[in-house]
């Protein structure tokens, strides 16, 4: 199930999600100040190449000023992005496991930084 899903989801739209990531964190990592920034896009663009069996371990009070300047900036907006539109789609039986992911996306967003990204078994 892990790797159709992962396939279904390059296919519609994840392979273009993780480049567009890849390159937000190269037009950050240009700058000396946006590196630590440029690194959380590159770890949005490897959990959108497969999301499905992926895990995602926070831990907020890990880089409190990266994770506060974060969110403030970016991460309340594509948190409640994803989170409305992992509803949409949940909306639907069938996309219920993409729903899911967007949830993923979410929390993932709120504090990337001292997050990790791991494979489950």
């Known amino acids: 199930m892990r790797l159709l899903g992962n396939l279904l989801w390059l296919i519609f739209g994840g392979l273009l999600c993780a480049l567009w990531w890849a390159v937000g964190g190269l037009i950050f990592c240009i700058t000396i100040i946006g590196i630590p920034l440029g ?8 959990l959108s190449l497969s999301p499905f069996g992926s895990e995602i371990k926070t831990n907020p009070s890990k880089h409190r000023i990266g994770n506060i300047i974060w969110l403030i900036l970016f991460g309340l907006w594509m948190g409640i992005v994803y989170f409305i539109g992992g509803i949409i789609v949940c909306i639907t039986i069938i996309g219920i496991p993409f729903g899911l992911q967007y949830f993923k996306f979410a929390k993932l967003s709120l504090y990337p930084f001292g997050a990790e990204v791991t494979n489950s078994k």
């Open 39 to 46: 690194l959380q896009c590159f770890k949005f663009a490897s």
